[in-house]
């Protein structure tokens, strides 16, 4: 079974994380823009990790044969600074305009100030104006009155609810998301949120029309193999094949196939993975020889002299 993660941000996880990865069957992420953890000062850092996303972060993936995508946004916590809110937002359109990215996001309320809505409503005009879907972060706090009213704001805003995924669900949220139109994406931690376990549930109630499931894996408590973990458990538990694959692949790549960015023949038809390549000079292979595929699916491991 191929494997999508939709929501995770690969630049906090390790490259073991992306060996793991592959070997679990994961042959694409959607890394969407986050905060690093602690406030960032200026717009030049926001440019600095934004450029990450979409350039040293798509080699490092693909040095593990897994394709990389990113979507490109403000995140709700951070558009309280209006100062630097208001650069920040002057930046995106052009890193929007770059390849793989597949949505706007992620974006939404936090505390749900005005702040959080004058961005969120100016970053759902930029996806107008790049006809990109959208990746809403729901709230961790007051979240079904925060889902309402991001969903009302995007109706506002004449944007289809099937060009937006509606992100962290849980079971107080789904039913008005799934009512409304919109992709139901759920976040798989390891003891918050939506564990497998719950997921499990849902999918068992609701089948997989318009949902599907994602690790969020970053520099807290997470899991990178949310995803494949996930499906063995649905496996396990009598859900179908046929939802699994929806859950875990197919819904997330309908969802984002809509930016014409991301095609299933770019890891069905991949090129060969070359270790030997440099990304401006870097490798992520710290000293360790290279390894570089062959005809009919071998490896060779590679001596540099």
């Not at 994380?17 to 030049?44: K, L, N």
């Not at 979507?71 to 002057?90: P, R, T």
């Not at 961790?140 to 009302?152: A, E, I, L, N």
């Not at 509606?166 to 799934?178: C, G, P, S």
Request: with cysteine; aromatic share 8%.
């Amino acid at each position: 079974m191929m494997l999508i993660d939709p929501h995770i941000h690969m630049l906090a996880r390790t490259t073991d994380d992306y060996e793991a990865m592959a070997a679990a069957g994961v042959v694409a992420v959607i890394e969407p823009a986050f905060w690093t953890g602690q406030p960032r000062t200026s717009v030049g850092s926001y440019a600095d990790y934004l450029s990450t996303l979409v350039g040293w972060e798509r080699f490092r993936a693909a040095q593990f044969g897994i394709r990389h995508y990113c979507m490109i946004g403000l995140n709700s916590k951070e558009a309280n600074d209006e100062a630097l809110a208001e650069q920040v937002l002057e930046v995106l359109p052009r890193f929007l305009a770059k390849e793989g990215v597949v949505a706007v996001g992620e974006i939404g309320y936090d505390e749900q100030t005005e702040a959080e809505d004058r961005a969120l409503r100016a970053q759902l005009e930029l996806a107008r104006e790049f006809d990109l879907p959208v990746c809403i972060h729901t709230p961790h706090r007051d979240k079904k009155r925060g889902t309402s009213r991001t969903m009302d704001v995007i109706a506002e805003h004449g944007i289809e609810p099937a060009r937006v995924v509606i992100d962290h669900n849980n079971e107080e949220t789904v039913d008005e998301v799934l009512d409304r139109g919109f992709w139901a994406a759920f976040t798989l931690y390891p003891r918050t949120k939506m564990g497998s376990e719950r997921m499990v549930a849902i999918a068992r109630r609701y089948g997989s029309e318009r949902m599907f499931v994602d690790s969020s894996a970053d520099w807290g408590v997470s899991d990178p193999l949310a995803v494949p973990k996930t499906a063995r458990l649905m496996l396990e538990r009598g859900i179908p094949a046929a939802d699994v694959e929806r859950l875990t692949y197919a819904n997330a790549l309908a969802a984002y196939g809509r930016s014409g960015q991301i095609r299933e023949e770019d890891w069905t038809d991949p090129p060969a993975v070359d270790q030997r390549m440099l990304y401006e000079g870097n490798s992520v292979l710290r000293g360790q020889q290279p390894r570089a595929a062959l005809p009919g699916g071998r490896e060779e491991t590679l001596t540099i002299e």
